[in-house]
């Protein structure tokens, strides 16, 4: 049974950081693509990040771009996504999800073959 379990997230101010965690059981993580998703009250779900399974393909939203990076370590089968200088239009309830070949070209836009998702983690970033 694919599960994955979402850690960190919180409260931090304008300019903080976060770190985002998401470990992997019950399926071999090296087959699975991972992207980083968010939902802010009232506004669609979006793609935020991209990681390939071998981890050397790596995509951002322009709204991101230069603040956050995504990671793996697929020995201990997890994602991670660091978060620096945060902004207040950061504030969303962030979810990951595993994506098996991916094959595609926009993860970001087409959520379609992410079939396995987080927990969701709230992160508020306000003074």
Not at 17 to 28: E, H, K, P, V
Not at 53 to 58: E, P
């Amino acid at each position: 049974q694919v599960q994955l379990v979402q850690s960190g997230g919180g409260l931090v101010q304008p300019g903080g950081s976060l770190r985002l965690s998401c470990a992997a059981s019950g399926f071999i993580f090296d087959y699975y693509d991972i992207g980083w998703f968010r939902q802010a009250p009232g506004k669609e779900r979006e793609g935020v990040s991209y990681i390939s399974r071998s981890g050397g393909r790596t995509i951002y939203a322009d709204s991101v771009k230069g603040r956050f990076t995504i990671s793996r370590d697929n020995g201990k089968k997890t994602v991670y996504l660091q978060m620096n200088s945060l902004k207040p239009e950061d504030t969303a309830v962030y979810y990951c999800a595993a994506a098996y070949l991916y094959s595609g070209s926009y993860p970001l836009e087409d959520h379609s073959d992410f079939l396995s998702w987080g927990q969701g983690t709230q992160v508020t970033v306000s003074s």
